[in-house]
């Protein structure tokens, strides 16, 4: 009898390797399909050049009807498109082309989940992200002098960041595994069912019925998720997309760009905004250990430089939070120290490394950006500031290319690239963005 895949979360790290094999093995790759966990992992999250994108509130649409069990979002065009395939579906079971029997496929198709918000997300991940640090970390040093005020916090948790590699800033977030799909606003799930359950996804596939379902979600310009079957992505290249989108975008007879996709559906990610929301989370973080733990212990030492037996409780310092008035000396001067901590933050939770010399290399170019343009506008010098340490980080779709073509894409004298490989190729020590530091 042929084995079946068979892992779920709670195998082992060689059980899910082996029930992976076999499940691949098992189920062709067609091009009906996405691949998310390792060909496409950036899929709506990026656009065109890379850069991160969230969709647009404003176009989403409710794509569950009255009388579903969950109230799902999606994409409006995506929406449209599947409230047709729905149709299409129920047309098909009522004419009998369905199995009746099947446990996953009944005489509609019910949306269970769809877009969810990745702003919420992120305010999880900050609060789950301070509990780890707290329990890993900070429960150690509750009352020595290792914290004494908010720039020796920020050190330990920088550190720590750099030794998880866990994201902090609202792009590293964005970047990160930690948002899926899901925060796209281009899958639904018609099915509950528990992600990394192999079994169940190999059950799913081999119903009777999948095939007429995969056909279906081709014709209105979606594919399936390979590793999780009952979701659903819209192609938003596809031939059978293109009028649900162009719907949406214009009414000429025209082809519709994936640049004007992005720019009707998505918001990039604004830099300059995410970096005060980066000075005030690490507020929000060393003021809420503050309140908890508001003294630590100094020991006192004796002339003879022997420590007593006895210390004293000293308070810790409480940092005032930036002020929002731009044109005052004091917002500048915060800015030139931020910009150097967000820089750090930024290569820890990429997970890349640089000598000293080119970060302060890096960090010194984005302050000469910086001081160079705000007396004229200081939101566009602050954005071509952390521009820089963008470009030289490099996006997100260019350190971390899919296996599948790393060996293709990325060669560097034969051999694969890794993300600091990519990292140090890129950057250099190449100052010539500096050419061009105008406020046009």
């Known amino acids: 009898m042929t084995n079946i895949p068979s892992a779920n979360n709670n195998s082992t790290t060689k059980e899910l390797y082996n029930s992976r094999v076999l499940y691949d093995y098992l189920y062709d790759q067609t091009n009906r399909q996405f691949d998310l966990w390792y060909e496409m992992p950036l899929y709506g999250k990026v656009d065109e050049l890379g850069r991160v994108v969230y969709p647009k509130e404003s176009f989403?649409?409710?794509v569950s009807k009255d009388s579903d069990e969950n109230t799902v979002l999606c994409l409006n065009y995506a929406s449209e498109a599947f409230k047709k395939m729905r149709l299409h579906y129920e047309t098909l079971y009522l004419d009998g082309y369905l199995d009746t029997r099947s446990d996953?496929?009944?005489k509609t198709l019910q949306p269970f989940k769809g877009w969810s918000?990745?702003?919420?997300?992120?305010?999880d991940n900050q609060q789950a992200l301070y509990e780890s640090f707290f329990n890993d970390v900070l429960e150690n040093v509750l009352e020595t002098e290792d914290i004494k005020d908010f720039n020796s916090f920020t050190a330990i948790l920088l550190e720590y960041i750099k030794n998880t590699k866990q994201p902090f800033t609202r792009v590293g977030f964005h970047e990160s595994n930690n948002t899926t799909v899901n925060n796209t606003g281009l899958a639904i799930e018609i099915y509950e069912g528990e992600?990394?359950?192999?079994?169940l996804a190999f059950e799913f596939v081999n119903d009777n019925n999948f095939e007429i379902f995969q056909e279906l979600c081709g014709r209105y310009g979606f594919r399936i998720d390979r590793n999780i079957p009952w979701r659903i992505v819209s192609n938003f290249n596809s031939k059978n997309s293109e009028p649900f989108v162009k719907e949406q975008i214009t009414k000429e007879d025209r082809i519709i760009t994936t640049e004007e996709i992005f720019k009707t559906?998505?918001?990039r990610l604004d830099l300059a905004k995410y970096f005060e929301e980066f000075y005030n989370e690490l507020f929000v973080f060393y003021t809420t250990f503050v309140q908890a733990y508001p003294r630590y212990k100094e020991n006192r030492t004796a002339r003879s430089n022997c420590i007593n037996a006895f210390y004293t409780y000293?308070?810790?310092?409480l940092p005032q939070l930036r002020r929002?008035?731009?044109t005052t000396p004091v917002y500048y001067n915060q800015t030139e120290t931020t910009i150097g901590l967000y820089y750090n933050f930024r290569l820890a939770e990429s997970g890349l490394t640089a000598s000293q010399k080119r970060k302060s290399f890096h960090i010194k170019n984005a302050l000469t950006i910086y001081k160079s343009l705000r007396n004229k506008n200081n939101k566009k010098a602050l954005s071509k500031a952390l521009d820089y340490i963008q470009y030289n980080l490099g996006t997100t779709a260019y350190r971390d290319v899919p296996l599948n073509q790393n060996n293709l894409t990325r060669l560097d004298e034969g051999g694969m690239m890794s993300s600091q490989g990519r990292f140090d190729k890129r950057s250099g020590e190449d100052n010539s963005y500096l050419n061009d530091i105008s406020d046009s």
């Open 265 to 267: 559906f998505y918001e």
């Open 195 to 199: 992600y990394g359950d192999d079994s």
């Open 117 to 123: 918000s990745p702003a919420l997300k992120y305010q």
């Open 314 to 317: 000293k308070d810790r310092e």
């Open 324 to 326: 929002t008035d731009i």
């Open 60 to 62: 989403l649409e409710i």
């Open 104 to 106: 996953y496929f009944q």
